[in-house]
């Protein structure tokens, strides 16, 4: 057991390679690297950030383990990398496949087989032997360079993209980075290479906190292609693990304020259940709104797109708000611009309703390129009142009129 003094002195470097962080409660982590900001310790694993206050950290066990691409030391292998960068494109073919023969396992002969078959034109054989060398070792980011390459000469640019923002995390690389910006230049380049960066609130539950990510990773990437854009920084994720989830209606926390971090209730769950997956996808499309309209955006507009994108039902909305339109008590849009947190309690499911319900309308009338559109224009520091007729070419009055009467005759 390692004394008080000597944990310290580890979690303050900053950073470091690390293979296991063992908690106060006794429970071990396996990561790849570690570092300390103030009162957390961060750690990277299975491409994801996550955090722990430092309170409950006993201690950290560091490691450095170089990549097996890093520097070969197969005689053979350094051969073959030379016949390479000196065109020899044949002979080092003949040379990397012989050592591959004689260890499979070879991450640098892999590596160098596929740049070797780059150079030859044969993407496909390239892209084999380098995902080959990234199942050797999740971490080779050189690997993953090529990959990328191989990927994008087969046409494969999303791949690609993926690719290197795993390289940049893994390895801070210039030219990976300029091939990165280049694949995706509707996104301003994030601080870091990490989309996210999660920590815990109370205990620690690794399990779903790795469920998590995966889910947040598979939405990020849907919500970048429909809005064409993504957040310039890392999502901060807070897994408030002695807070409970509600089983219905909008998050408790929230009422239409969102404060750039994604919060998530998780006392008592083990699994991500479909409601625990909407509340991901909600709070996560607020940071892209967010990064869209740069926080310039009615509240009525950000919960709308936030509902949608988490699944709501735009037609349920309307069936909902049916007879308040005939009966002329729905909320002026104009008045739901504000932080629902203004509104009377009693109006605030009201309000999301309608926020749901309009930004349906919308989509029917404009579709999604009129709502990109809209928070473009929004993005560009444009008033609401002048960003509806530049965008979508109605004002607040023809929105509100034609929203009311498709309502009335649903």
Avoid at 114 to 130: F, M, Q
Avoid at 154 to 172: C, F
Avoid at 179 to 198: I, V
Avoid at 367 to 373: D, N, Q, S, Y
């Amino acid at each position: 057991m390692r004394t008080g003094a000597l944990v310290l002195s580890l979690l303050l470097v900053s950073p470091l390679r690390a293979d296991t962080i063992t908690l106060t409660n006794g429970k071990v982590i396996e990561a790849d690297r570690t570092w300390v900001e103030g009162a957390q310790l961060y750690y990277e694993k299975s491409g994801g950030v996550f955090g722990i206050p430092r309170r409950l950290v006993q201690s950290v066990e560091a490691v450095a383990t170089p990549s097996p691409s890093a520097s070969p030391s197969d005689p053979e292998v350094a051969q073959g990398l030379d016949l390479g960068r000196r065109g020899r494109n044949a002979e080092a073919v003949r040379v990397l496949s012989a050592a591959l023969r004689r260890d499979p396992r070879n991450g640098a002969a892999l590596v160098g087989l596929a740049e070797v078959y780059l150079r030859l034109g044969d993407a496909r054989s390239a892209a084999e032997n380098a995902k080959k060398a990234i199942r050797l070792d999740e971490r080779d980011a050189r690997a993953r360079i090529v990959h990328a390459d191989a990927l994008l000469a087969l046409g494969d640019t999303h791949g690609a993209e993926q690719e290197l923002r795993l390289a940049v995390r893994l390895k801070p690389d210039a030219t990976a980075q300029k091939k990165l910006d280049a694949l995706a230049p509707a996104s301003a380049p994030r601080t870091g290479g990490a989309q996210f960066r999660l920590r815990y609130d109370g205990g620690v539950n690794e399990p779903l906190g790795v469920a998590v990510l995966q889910a947040l990773s598979s939405a990020y990437a849907e919500y970048a292609k429909r809005l064409g854009i993504e957040p310039r920084d890392a999502v901060s994720v807070v897994l408030m693990t002695e807070a409970e989830l509600q089983e219905a209606g909008a998050p408790g926390w929230a009422e239409g304020l969102y404060d750039g971090t994604v919060r998530i209730p998780a006392k008592g769950i083990e699994k991500l259940t479909p409601r625990v997956h909407a509340v991901l996808r909600h709070e996560l499309a607020h940071s892209f709104v967010t990064a869209r309209t740069g926080g310039n955006c009615p509240t009525w507009i950000q919960e709308g797109v936030a509902q949608w994108l988490e699944g709501g039902d735009p037609g349920r909305a309307d069936a909902s708000l049916a007879s308040r339109a005939r009966a002329g008590t729905l909320l002026p849009l104009v008045t739901l611009e504000a932080p629902f947190q203004n509104l009377v309690t009693s109006d605030v499911p009201l309000a999301y309703a309608e926020s749901l319900s309009a930004i349906g309308h919308l989509l029917r009338t404009r579709g999604e390129a009129g709502l990109v559109r809209l928070l473009s224009a929004l993005g560009d520091g444009l008033p609401s009142e002048e960003a509806l007729p530049v965008a979508i070419g109605s004002s607040y009055a023809e929105l509100q009129k034609s929203w009311e009467a498709q309502l009335k005759g649903s």
